[in-house]
């Protein structure tokens, strides 16, 4: 189906794992986003890239690596998991007239 | 420093009467404003979204938005809210020179009473 998707859905791990959240999109569109949303703070931009190969840090980078080798995919890595990013984790992808589209979210507890 | 301010965290308003969110922005550029809303357990639908013309949008579900630049506003309004318009809403905001990047507001949860 068309559209963007996100796996897991839920997971939980434990501190210090290593956890890889999926994100996918079938509209090419060039622009994704990682955000984590938390009570009180909204949506907040972890990552994003422009292109295959192009990432750039947002607002909450720490702790967080992306990789983008193909167009579609757009991953989002915890190198060391912490209880502090037990979180609600959106993708989103962005077309030509600057409108973003948002995955389902994976909601991410850290013990 | 850019921002976006949702002042009201929680609203409760009766079924069948009318709804305003307010939503401020600071930013230097011209801004590009969104509203989106995020029914529990899932992701953020896109209600409007204003980039320029006429300042009044009109969204999905009977949702319009009115852009006031010498307000610095872009608040949501529903003429007669459904009970199924309980959610939360964000506004956002972004500009030509921000990489597509948004800036959203803290969010404003909507509750309705029947």
């Known amino acids: 189906d068309a559209g963007i998707t996100q796996s897991p859905r839920y997971k939980i791990t434990e501190t210090g794992r290593q956890v890889t959240l999926m994100c996918h999109q079938t509209?090419?569109?060039?622009?994704m986003f990682w955000y984590r949303q938390d009570l009180g703070h909204g949506l907040r931009l972890i990552y994003y890239s422009a292109a295959a190969d192009i990432t750039d840090k947002g607002e909450v980078p720490d702790g967080y690596v992306v990789s983008r080798s193909k167009t579609e995919n757009f991953p989002l890595t915890l190198e060391s998991a912490t209880r502090s990013q037990t979180s609600v984790y959106f993708c989103a992808s962005r077309d030509r007239r600057d409108t973003q589209y948002f995955g389902p979210g994976t909601r991410l507890t850290v013990l | 420093a850019q921002s976006v301010t949702q002042p009201d965290i929680h609203i409760t308003v009766s079924e069948g009467a009318s709804l305003e969110l307010r939503c401020n922005y600071s930013?230097?550029?011209?801004?590009?404003l969104f509203w989106y809303v995020q029914s529990p357990g899932q992701g953020l639908q896109l209600l409007l979204k204003y980039f320029s013309g006429d300042t009044l949008v009109q969204g999905i579900k009977g949702f319009e938005a009115e852009f006031k630049r010498s307000q610095s506003s872009f608040n949501l309004r529903k003429p007669s809210v459904h009970w199924s318009d309980a959610a939360e809403y964000f506004c956002a905001v972004g500009a030509d020179n921000q990489g597509g990047k948004l800036i959203f507001g803290q969010g404003t949860e909507l509750s309705v009473k029947p």
């Open positions: 509209w090419s569109h060039s622009y």
């Open positions: 930013y230097g550029a011209t801004p590009y």
